[in-house]
């Protein structure tokens, strides 16, 4: 047990409690705290108000003596982040006018990735989950969901999330497994064996193992399409698993299968049309956009006005990966996507905070309130909206993991 500790005064905390998990949001509806306080003890936040509502006596003292802005602990709800090597020839190709589908169906993009990572050792890859992940921690990311994919085969992927666990035990952002074998088939296999094959030698492993509760697929017609994915969602889903797709990214179909399966998220939607939104705001499925995946593959944004005037939730991820996602910078994305697709402030925050944090299924985290995790960041800023108005370039000064500057 641990002294409470009092840190402020803050100039400016968003707290975000009781803030609609669905819909648009306009700033006003925010909950800001002029010269407030935090109390956290043993992980977590005990006290929330103004500072000078607290006798400093009681507690140990983390004075902050700069202007600062505080939000909560930013989640990165969808990242491929544990890969080796480069695609810098794809992208240039990609520059260059070729396309991401047809670099794909030549052998290269995500199979180039998966070659590159097959020949990595074990002590690379975790290395280089540890360096992107303290990067994330750096830039207010506390909560960061990793992803497989570049192992492919099966015994591959388990290793991978070895690896993941490995470096879980020693990250200091929390790192949330999700296996993504099913993301293209190998050249072996007609889609439907890889998918049957990934369900009798892969999924019971990870059920024993407790490697990872989360199942991800990439449905798309050169990957997965709707009727073959659907059979292995069907047994992950009865494994009891969570789900996540890869969703309309190219051409539509994975939304649906989403909203069929009450998957907790679907990620991407660049190409949804009217009536995937209409379909996901009917829903409980987080919508996930991946606005780095566009920057990366210059196309269109994923929706995210329509969807939340359509009622349905928003959260933004990174999507940090070697291929379409190379940036792997959140805020820098957020603040494009709101500037694009016309987001408040308000949208933006919770898209990274507490929206993503349902798109994980977390329920501790992306707000700032008693019994939430005290994870948050400050900003060397006077005013919330300053965070996206600088579209990036302003990082937080302070990050606080579990109450602990780090
Ligand atoms: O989310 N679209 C499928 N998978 C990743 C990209 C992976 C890659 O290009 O290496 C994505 O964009
Ligand atoms: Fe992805």
Redesign the pocket.
């Known amino acids: 047990m641990t002294h409470p500790k009092l840190i402020g005064p803050i100039t400016q905390l968003v707290a975000l409690p009781d803030m609609p998990l669905k819909g648009a949001l306009a700033n006003d509806q925010l909950t800001i705290i002029s010269q407030a306080g935090i109390v956290v003890k043993d992980g977590l936040i005990v006290a929330i108000g103004p500072y000078d509502t607290f006798n400093t006596e009681d507690y140990q003292l983390e004075v902050l003596t700069e202007d600062s802005v505080v939000i909560p602990g930013m989640i990165d709800a969808?990242?491929?982040l544990i890969w080796a090597g480069s695609r810098a020839g794809d992208y240039s190709l990609r520059t260059e006018g070729k396309s991401y589908q047809d670099i794909l169906a030549a052998g290269g993009g995500i199979f180039d990735s998966v070659s590159k990572t097959q020949e990595a050792t074990s002590e690379e890859l975790r290395k280089n989950v540890l360096i992107r992940a303290s990067r994330h921690l750096r830039d207010g990311i506390t909560t960061i969901e990793v992803?497989t994919g570049y192992g492919l085969e099966v015994a591959k992927e388990l290793e991978l999330l070895k690896i993941i666990r490995q470096a879980r035990a020693e990250a200091v952002a929390d790192l949330v497994p999700t296996c993504?074998a099913a993301h293209v088939c190998p050249k072996r296999f007609a889609p439907e064996e890889f998918l049957a094959h990934l369900e009798a030698e892969l999924l019971p492993k990870l059920l024993v193992s407790g490697l990872a509760n989360r199942i991800d697929i990439?449905v798309e017609e050169n990957a997965f399409p709707p009727a073959v994915a659907r059979p292995y969602l069907a047994a992950a889903k009865k494994l009891g698993f969570d789900l996540t797709i890869?969703a309309d990214q190219f051409t539509v179909g994975g939304s649906e299968l989403a909203v069929e399966f009450g998957a907790r998220s679907a990620?991407?939607l660049e190409a949804s049309q009217d009536r995937e939104i209409a379909l996901l705001a009917s829903a409980d499925v987080i919508p996930v956009a991946?606005p780095g995946?566009s920057l990366g593959l210059g196309m269109q944004f994923t929706p995210a006005r329509k969807l939340l005037d359509a009622g349905a939730s928003l959260a933004i991820a990174t999507?940090w990966?070697p291929g379409?996602?190379p940036m792997g910078d959140l805020l820098v994305q957020a603040a494009l996507l709101g500037a694009y697709e016309k987001l408040s402030a308000a949208e933006l925050l919770a898209g990274v905070t507490y929206r993503a944090a349902a798109a994980l299924g977390l329920a501790d985290r992306g707000r700032l309130a008693v019994g939430e995790r005290a994870d948050f960041s400050a900003f060397p800023l006077t005013d919330f909206r300053e965070i996206f108005y600088n579209q990036g370039k302003v990082k937080p000064e302070m990050v606080w993991k579990a109450g602990n500057k780090v």
Request: hydrophobic share 35%; net charge negative.
């Open positions: 969808h990242t491929h992803k993504l990439f890869h990620d991407h991946l995946a999507d990966n379409s996602a």
